[in-house]
């Protein structure tokens, strides 16, 4: 079964230190998201990707945010200046095109467990 | 109000019991619904869509009220393995972002 998959597992940087969390979405899927989800909190939405841009974002995603999709099979969060409050799993998800009636399912990839000391 | 509101739980249930929850969402624009299930420090998955009839899945039934804004899930015959968070998801109108209640915790125990 096609899955999405994330690197690394679980990062470890420095307050202020550049981190860029990768993401495999499933081949034949059009939409790509990130959410993270804080110890103890719920998922929240940071941005979706289609056809080579931002949809959407939150804002939690502010300019120390950015995504991109280098080549035609990753999909990565760049986080510029990492903060304490960046300390978070972060989920990718992809999906294929959006169904009619606006209802289609996101899967998920593992997570990255993001510490930032 | 938050957007997507659960009780948290834990729901302690007896294996092979019934349990049922709710969960409650302040935008009447909302479109779609799901309920997603999480493991403890694993990634969210998709355990059923939601429809405006109510559907049902094996031992799992899923139930929408748009008139009070709110869905269900009832589990029947509870398994040990059912433990987990359960999660409520919806899409508004317009757009593809997930809002995601807290997730309710389930607990089944022998």
Known sequence: EPEVTQTPSHQVTQMGQEVILRCVPISNHLYFYWYRQILGQKVEFLVSFYNNEISEKSEIFDDQFSVERPDGSNFTLKIRSTKLEDSAMYFCASSEEELAGGSYEQYFGPGTRLTVT | ?110
Not at chain 2, 6 to 27: H, K, L, W
Not at chain 2, 83 to 101: D, E, H, Q, R
């Open chain 2, 1 to 110: 109000r938050k957007e997507v509101e659960q009780d948290p739980g834990p729901f302690n249930v007896p294996e092979g019991a019934t349990v049922a929850f709710n969960c409650t969402y302040s935008n009447s624009a909302s479109q779609s619904f799901f309920w997603y299930r999480q493991d403890c420090r694993k990634e969210p998955k998709l355990l059923m869509s939601v429809y405006s009839s109510g559907n049902e899945d094996g031992r799992f039934t899923a139930q929408l009220n748009r008139a009070s804004q709110y869905i269900s899930l009832l589990i029947r015959d509870s398994k040990l393995s059912d433990s987990a968070t359960y999660l409520c998801v919806v899409i508004k109108a317009a757009g593809n972002k997930l809002t995601f209640g807290g997730g309710t915790r389930v607990l089944v125990k022998p």
